[in-house]
């Protein structure tokens, strides 16, 4: 299979977390997800750009872009803002942390993108926004003789 580039950009509103994950969704297809597999890749966008929203821009918008390729069997996605940044990376993807304790936040968002994807990875600093990227492996599908 050939490999394959998609690059979405959209302003941080809570109805556009839904177009991001049906478009990822809908981008590996061809990579012939099981139902499982296309539910975790679809959760984990979620997570990351309700993050951006919620946490990225806080009361204010900004552009969100999610960027996604295909290599052999395997996806990767890029989910980045330019909101506040995250000043302790290491706190931020630990189980139950949250910066929004009033808002009913579980904090465990990162959680479920590290669990439902095979690599994980975020990058941040305070002012500069936040990169979160993520990779799944499909396996490829076995010919019957």
Known sequence: MKPNY??????????????ARDAVAAFC????????????????????????VVHGYREASGLITVECRTDGCELHIRISDKGVGI????????????????????????TIMQTFMDDFSVQSNPGDGTLVCMSKRFEPEVENA
Not at 6 to 19: G, H, R, T, V, Y
Not at 95 to 106: C, I, K, N, Q, V
């Open 6 to 19: 998609l690059k979405l950009e959209f302003i941080s509103l809570p109805e556009n977390q839904a177009f």
């Open 29 to 52: 297809l061809p990579l012939n997800p099981t139902l499982a597999q296309l539910n975790e890749v679809k959760t984990a966008v979620s997570e990351a750009v309700t993050n951006c």
């Open 87 to 110: 000043a302790d990376v290491n706190a931020a993807v630990q189980p139950f942390f949250t910066t929004g304790p009033e808002d009913e936040r579980s904090g465990m968002g990162f």
